[in-house]
């Protein structure tokens, strides 16, 4: 289902959450709302659901396959999962995936038979069938969230609305989880809107990315648009490392100064000066546990960079604490207007 | 030594003090409630058969275990529907003059019983404030098992009200919201998702409403009117007893009060303990 946004705004008392944003989903996407907390991705979300009403503005609107919404709080029978699961803890698995099923007027209702198939084919697909008897207490949080996942496509619901749904989880459940999420979404693609603070989870699962601040859409775009071509200084900070200098703009601006940036990927280390601008360092810290080497370089003027390389080349070099060693900057950006935090 | 102490039934725990609060929870009931319990057994055991028979099941006494036993029922029950309402509103809403609200409930905990007892009696009285325009209706109030009835409702009400509301302050408010989001409507909600959830909580106010009511003396005897066969409720009866110094049929009559209050407890609680088990055992 397409879903527009259009002139949202909300706020609670004099906090605004929302500033007048607009935004498409479109049909069978899987859009990630990322920022901060206090951005404002989780009211827009709830907003979405009608779990909550947008402040009522000339030109507010919620289309739904360009149908027109009723802006008042009101559950829109949508699939809906929460961060902490909110499964009904008097219930068994089997019944909590059922109950959207069983509480439907008795004209739509499906008969018993129907009703346990379908809930056995959603065991299934969460590869919970063996413990359909148990009740939410004795589940882990990943498998919680897997039930609530159920629950939430049992009513076979035209779009999909996931609230932080890995946050309460461990890193490595919440990886195995993400993976599995983003598989189901390729077999089952289910119009989605995933909210999340994690960079990572968002880089990793969605196939468009909305970056949210103080309660406006940042940038969108897909993964690899935003994090490699980031609109503003906001969202390259948000979608990972980066490492600041302070640097003299030369030619048309009149010698003011301006802040570079660059991830700590885009910088090369040597030994040598060699020709063009390195800036010169004591090597303070390594740490070559994870998927790239880290090194830590404390530069004359008392700034730290952080590097990142490849192990081998790491090795090659053989780079130790306490050396001095020349940075280079490969790719940086400057951003024309800062934020402030 | 730590070998053969850790063998004992006594687990070892993490928190210190054991056996020392054991102890003093054993010594404390025993004095409190076994000792007087076991003089009261004393009493009844040094009776024959046929004794305690004529003092406990005679067709008076037998009379008074029936109006005190349905009369508290029917107070605990309507205390459980209206105290879960006050309950209710109290936590989820605030509104002005709450905390007055809030301080009211307790009052029944507070007001010594006989007060209480004759402000209902006049209330209810044929030419009192809510008795003479229900005596024009033609249902009397005072000097009937209705009046008993209501007499408990009063004193029973904060049992109910204090034991749900914690409990439904504790409703997680995400859960109702997943079920908006399925379809369902308020009321379904309500039945089919928090009403098994307070369960617990309502199940133990109202065994705790009931159980005050079975024993409640002193706002019940002047309201009720004591007539004899039928509204004479049995603590007045062992009152009664007493005072015509036969403190053998008054520990008799104490005695299966006891066992029958206790009997009760002992069931409700064990099946209540059996619904519930299942979904609060915890991985």
Redesign the interface.
Known sequence: MNIRLEHISRSFGGFTALDDVSLEIREGELVALLGPSGSGKTTLLRII?G?DAPDAREGARIRFDGAEMDLRA???????V?Q?Y??????TVFENIA??LR??PKRERADETQIRARVTELLSLIQLESIAGR??????GGQRQRV?LA??L??EPRILLLDEPFGALDAKVRQDLRRWLRRLHDKMPVTSVLVTHDQEEALEVADRIVVMRAGKVEQEGTPEEVFHHPKTAFVMDFLGNVNLFHARMEGGHTGAMTQVRARPHDLEVSREEGSGSAVRGKVTRVQTAGAAAKIEVATEGGETIMVEMAHDRFKAMGIAAGETVFVRVKDARVFVEDYTI | MGEAGARTWKQYSILPGFGLTLGYASLYLSLIVLLPLAALASGVFSMTWEEFTRAAFSARVMASYRVTVLASLAAAAINAVFGFIVAWCLVRYRFPGWRIVDAIVDLPFALPTAVSGIVLTTLYSPNGWFGAPLAKLGVKVAYTELGIVVALVFIGLPFVVRTVAPAIEDLDPETEQAAGCLGVNRWQTFVRVLLPALMPALTSGFTMAFARALGEYGSVIFIAGNRPMKTEITALLIVTKLEQFDYQAASAIAAVMLAGSFGLLMAINYFEWRRGSRHRSAA
């Open positions: 659901a779990l009101g559950a829109r029978q949508v699939g809906f929460f902490h909110a499964l009904f803890r008097t219930m109950f959207g509480v439907k009740y939410p207490s004795q589940l882990s609530a629950r939430a049992a009513i």
